[in-house]
């Protein structure tokens, strides 16, 4: 089998006003590399596009760089090694690594991850498996420290880490848990998952429909936060004395192009003695093996689903990374390479 020698990979080619367009991207053919000491060429089977990504296409100080623009963009990625010239990483081995947004790519053999794909596939390793599975648990567990009991309230949950978030909970034992979503489609999805309650935001206001969503319950002990704005507000008002917030997204902000108007009640915080932390899941590696000895049997036996909406073609990463801004995905949007 001849190795290939370019990629075809897509660019940065504009920074976003609001809502990024295809506009903003390059699909670009560009060449491979020589192997040097210590690296490997990696062909990629499956990459993800997230939330996170759409701060990075500005260029604004962050926790992690911007995209540089003519550039290619960077991001979560499953490979198979085609060539090596380390002893560590032998052709054949399946990786995860962080240069998606491109069909190959020559990496340093010591800044990947192995992993099996006869336990799980590719994308599982991107979602359920991956960090996105370490952010829901990290999020839930040890920043907004669940105990069992809890009444947990997710938002985004029908998206790749608040439905992992909420079945979670479940099964770390949770007296209630309820998530919001933006279709009637996915609240019945989430309804199916184990949740105790969900609604649609787009049907009145969050404040109203959450209280509506507690049923016998007073108040929300914790909430895992990946809308930012009015469900933070809302939230706010419902969360009983000493709740908990784990700070985890802004997604209903990420296009906006003048400041967003809320939380407005924070001041409730200081009555209620609340806890609002944000985190990244960076700094939570260190609980990956804690998290793959949790929830590897509870998926064996289908206790926790992880759901996936797949787009196949590398040239479809950008229009794929637009929708999931839109909300167009159920659970972790990743593309599948021919």
């Known amino acids: 089998m001849s190795l290939p020698t370019t990629t075809r990979q897509f660019e940065l080619a ?15 053919e560009a060449a491979l590399p020589e192997l040097e000491d210590g690296q490997i060429l990696v062909k990629n089977l499956a990459i993800s596009v997230d939330p996170y990504m759409r701060g990075r ?3 604004v100080k962050s926790y992690t760089p911007p995209y540089r623009l003519d550039e290619p963009m960077l991001g979560g990625a499953v490979g198979e090694v085609l060539a090596s010239r380390s002893a560590e990483v032998a052709v054949g081995d399946v990786v ?4 998606g947004w491109r069909e190959a790519a020559v990496l340093a053999a010591d800044g990947v991850q192995k992993v099996d ?3 799980a596939p590719a994308t599982a390793y991107l979602g359920a498996l991956g960090m996105t599975g370490l952010t829901a648990y990290a999020g ?3 920043v907004a420290e669940f105990k069992a009991g809890d009444v947990v309230f997710v938002s985004g949950a029908a998206g790749a880490v608040g439905s992992m978030v909420g079945q979670l909970a479940k099964q770390l034992g949770a007296s209630r848990v309820i998530g919001s979503a933006g279709s009637a489609e996915k609240v019945a999805q989430l309804l199916e998952l184990g949740f105790d309650a969900a609604f649609n935001y787009h049907d009145g206001p969050v404040k109203d429909q959450l209280k509506a969503a507690l049923g016998d319950f007073e108040g929300i002990d914790v909430y895992f936060d990946n809308v930012g704005g009015e469900h933070l507000e809302a939230a706010i008002w419902h969360l009983n004395t000493f709740g908990r917030v784990a700070l985890c997204g802004a997604i209903s902000q990420y296009n906006a192009t003048e400041a967003p108007v809320g939380p407005r009640n924070l001041a409730l915080a200081v009555g209620k003695q609340l806890t609002l932390r944000g985190f990244l899941v960076f700094s939570y590696y260190q609980f990956a093996e804690e998290y793959a000895q949790l929830v590897g049997p509870l998926l064996a036996d289908g206790k926790i689903q992880y759901k996936e909406t797949v787009v196949t073609g590398i040239e479809n990463s950008a229009q794929a990374f637009i929708d999931m801004l839109a909300g167009a995905n159920t659970g972790k949007m990743v593309i599948t390479l021919d």
């Open 14 to 28: 504009s920074r976003p006003k609001g809502v990024p367009t295809l506009e903003n991207f390059r699909f670009a």
């Open 57 to 59: 296409m500005n260029d």
């Open 96 to 99: 995860v690594h962080e240069k």
């Open 117 to 119: 794909l006869s336990i």
């Open 140 to 142: 839930l567990t040890k």
